[in-house]
């Protein structure tokens, strides 16, 4: 087992420990449910579950790892021809009950590929995570990404404003040109290179997902209490359409996991437990509502 695998699969998994913890905390009722399971050709995860909270309608802190054999459709995605792989990964999506609290999203990953003599032959660090708020309140943007740039500075003051740019672009329904929320950081395929050891990688891979908490967990404090209306819930259930679609059409895990036989109740836990879609819905102008798609179309620097 290679260093970099046993410290990020133990890693992991007290981050899930940790992340569930704060939010059972911030909750202050529900409690999540241990959902273990195995995968066929190697490994398996733990699916966390938390539903029906104080605060939390539906929420999902994952941790897996899996190995075997490189599934056909990854092949060739890597342009690798019959190798074994191994992955380990964190991914957690929260949708509150209350439209004043955002959604949120995060994933953090390791994966190495071996050749045909079980020698790695390529390794990488992947994640992000990303605010998908209902209502802007702009002091929780600006607190949400300064609390991922603070973590991603003393690894470099440019990962912050680059990964700022690929999570705005890739979070993104390109078939409404909106983005899905308000952004984060995203990065992947981040290598061993001239500049960087994987260890490296590993400590702003990590450093990254140690920050969730305090960039999540106050933002939900402020708002949980404040009080909503059912035009609110209504304008909720919209923008949970909009993030259902992305997740759908767009997301490359989601449809990697569905194509490739992955387990589809952890795979669509990141769907919201309710829906809506209004047609040809368009918000009243200067209204709340509207103010929040003006930053949805053009993504903003929040700090």
Same mark, same amino acid.
């Given at each position: 087992?290679?260093?970099?695998?046993?410290?990020?699969?133990?890693?992991?998994?007290?981050?899930?420990?940790?992340?569930?913890?704060?939010?059972?905390?911030?909750?202050?009722?529900?409690?999540?449910?241990?959902?273990?399971?195995?995968?066929?050709?190697?490994?398996?995860?733990?699916?966390?579950?938390?539903?029906?909270?104080?605060?939390?309608?539906?929420?999902?802190?994952?941790?897996?790892?899996?190995?075997?054999?490189?599934?056909?459709?990854?092949?060739?995605?890597?342009?690798?021809?019959?190798?074994?792989?191994?992955?380990?990964?964190?991914?957690?999506?929260?949708?509150?009950?209350?439209?004043?609290?955002?959604?949120?999203?995060?994933?953090?990953?390791?994966?190495?590929?071996?050749?045909?003599?079980?020698?790695?032959?390529?390794?990488?660090?992947?994640?992000?995570?990303?605010?998908?708020? *209902?209502?802007?309140?702009? $002091?929780?943007?600006?607190?949400?990404? !300064?609390? #991922?740039?603070?973590?991603?500075? /003393?690894?470099?003051?440019?990962?912050?404003?680059?990964?700022?740019?690929?999570?705005?672009?890739?979070?993104?329904?390109?078939?409404?040109?909106?983005?899905?929320?308000?952004?984060?950081?995203?990065?992947?395929?981040?290598?061993?290179?001239?500049?960087?050891?994987?260890?490296?990688?590993?400590?702003?891979?990590?450093?990254?997902?140690?920050?969730?908490?305090?960039?999540?967990?106050?933002?939900?404090?402020?708002?949980?209490?404040?009080?909503?209306?059912?035009?609110?819930?209504?304008?909720?259930?919209?923008?949970?359409?909009?993030?259902?679609?992305?997740?759908?059409?767009?997301?490359?895990?989601?449809?990697?996991?569905?194509?490739?036989?992955?387990?589809?109740?952890?795979?669509?836990?990141?769907?919201?437990?309710?829906?809506?879609?209004? *047609?040809?819905?368009?918000? $009243?102008?200067?209204?709340?509502?509207? !103010?929040? #798609?003006?930053?949805?179309?053009? /993504?903003?620097?929040?700090?």
């Amino acid at each position: 087992m290679s260093k970099q695998k046993e410290q990020f699969t133990t890693f992991i998994h007290e981050l899930q420990d940790r992340i569930c913890a704060a939010l059972e905390k911030v909750d202050g009722g529900g409690k999540f449910v241990e959902d273990a399971w195995e995968r066929p050709g190697g490994g398996g995860g733990k699916t966390r579950i938390l539903r029906n909270g104080t605060v939390i309608e539906k929420g999902g802190v994952n941790t897996s790892v899996v190995y075997g054999e490189l599934p056909q459709l990854m092949q060739e995605r890597l342009n690798a021809s019959e190798a074994q792989f191994f992955a380990c990964g964190i991914s957690l999506v929260i949708h509150p009950k209350n439209p004043m609290v955002p959604t949120v999203h995060a994933n953090f990953r390791f994966f190495e590929l071996y050749d045909e003599n079980g020698d790695v032959k390529d390794a990488w660090f992947g994640g992000g995570a990303d605010l998908t708020p *209902y209502y802007l309140f702009e $002091e929780d943007a600006v607190h949400f990404h !300064q609390t #991922l740039k603070s973590a991603c500075d /003393p690894f470099g003051e440019e990962l912050y404003p680059n990964y700022k740019k690929e999570c705005d672009t890739y979070f993104r329904n390109t078939h409404r040109d909106e983005s899905r929320g308000i952004g984060g950081v995203f990065f992947d395929y981040l290598k061993a290179d001239e500049q960087h050891t994987l260890d490296d990688w590993m400590a702003f891979t990590t450093a990254v997902g140690d920050s969730f908490i305090q960039a999540y967990c106050p933002i939900v404090a402020r708002r949980k209490a404040l009080p909503y209306n059912q035009r609110a819930l209504d304008w909720q259930g919209i923008r949970r359409g909009r993030y259902v679609e992305f997740n759908l059409i767009h997301d490359r895990g989601t449809l990697f996991g569905l194509k490739t036989n992955g387990r589809i109740e952890s795979i669509l836990m990141s769907l919201p437990a309710t829906a809506s879609w209004e *047609y040809n819905h368009h918000p $009243e102008e200067g209204s709340p509502e509207a !103010q929040l #798609l003006e930053v949805l179309v053009t /993504p903003r620097d929040w700090v």
